[in-house]
């Protein structure tokens, strides 16, 4: 039985997209027949509490290691947090049993490099799973300048896992355009979406779903956003037609989440006195697929400039639970080529608020609309982004690299 240790900063029972994901593909695997370890951190996403040091969950053995907790909203704390894990999982990482392949994510940035030295020093073969791609995020964003010493060096670490990666693991074709461009050779890249669970996942009419009178949505027409506010992610467009639409009446947008960018929303609604937006924490997974439901459209956004650099991931939950979508981001992105592809709602590029608002009053006023643009959605996913699909071409991408060892 081959051994598996996938590393990441987040993993079950943890909210983080990131964390989700690994979760469903280390349960896969083991189904699959392999001996699935996790390395990540006792910390929760957003800092509250911690986990047990080690944990057995479905077969995985869970290794979790100590960090920092600053936080995600601001930027030198977040980078001590980031460092410390690099530390603590590091050493961890040497005192394990030598694994047959390691499987590292891209949070935090660069903790791929575990996955380098396990390669040199144990003998493991390594994927590289990247979920964003570094230095370019923290350029884009601001972070890092285009062409200072530091983005210069985080720009080598990534070459350098990448390049040493037995398999790469991109997310849309756009990031592996992204990649190419970098000077990365693509001989042993694969193109693997994420995903959702089409059976968790599902639609829930509004009076099957108690989370709508708990939360006293009934009778209101519920645009959502549900996921990470954070930096990457373009809120502007979304806040002024949110403002532009304050009047219609029995309509109310619900965020559902956290991130470096919930303060700024929070400041927005009580700086504009507006009644038609409300904001709720992360809820538990087993309550996602009611909150999800909750939404009678689901918006989905992309700051310009990080298309292929990252992507969206809540696209997939939006189609799994067919909801119609409004995308606010660039036309050249894989939640725009989704969109459109699916023909399951709407695509706006940054800035045109007439345009969200349109598409707004149009979900409302045409329900059949509405219903059409989500069975097309969840028609589209069932085809592409089912669970069991994707995770079965990860587990032969898996068998591919341990069978020329």
Known sequence: MSKVLLINQFFYPDVAPTGQVATDLAEDLV???????VLCSRRRYGGVGSLAWRETYQGIQIYRTGSTRYGRRRTLGRALDYFSFYLTAGV????????????????????????????WVKG?????WVQDLYPDVAVALGVLRKKGMVTGLVRHLSRLTLCRADAVVALGEVMAEKLSANGF????????????DGEELRLVPHKMNPFIEEQGLSGKFIGLYSGNMGKGHELDTLLGAIEALREVEDLLFVFIGDGARRSEIERFQKTKGLQNLRLLPYQDRHRVCLSLNAGDVHLVTLREGLEGLLVASKIYSSLATGKPVIYIGPERSEVGEIVRRADCGYVHCPGDVEGVVRSVREMISRPEKRERLGRNGRAYFEAHFERRQITEKFYQVIRDVLSVA
């Open 92 to 119: 961890k990482a040497l005192v394990l049993p030598r694994y047959d392949l390691v499987i590292c994510l891209s949070t935090p940035p660069l903790i791929a490099g575990l996955g380098v030295l396990l390669k």
């Open 31 to 37: 189904r699959r027949g392999l001996e699935v370890s």
């Open 124 to 128: 493991s073969r390594y994927v590289y």
């Open 185 to 196: 050779r693509p001989k042993n890249l694969s193109v693997l979406p994420c995903w959702a």
